[in-house]
């Protein structure tokens, strides 16, 4: 398991882990989440991101999905629906 600081380390650990799924925030220093969740998806189209996120008032609910989010948690979430989701994406 690996955790980036930004966006742009978010990008960087992606290429270097490779992981089966990758959770992701929206708001992050130097790079958004959803610019972010673009530039992975360009480099591994096959990618399972799940955002999660207190910021849907900020942004349409449907705008990650739309770009290729695999799915969408709201915070605070319980980590019962976060284990359902990633089990989820696994499961693809």
Known sequence: MAEAKNGVEAIHMFQEYRPDVTTMDITMPEMDGLAALRSILKISPEARIIVVSAM????P?????EIGAKALVLKP???ETLIREISACVNL
């Not at 609910?61 to 999905?65: H, I």
Request: contains cysteine.
């Open 56 to 59: 849907w008032q900020c942004m």
């Open 61 to 65: 609910l449907q705008s990650a999905t």
């Open 77 to 79: 979430f319980e980590e």
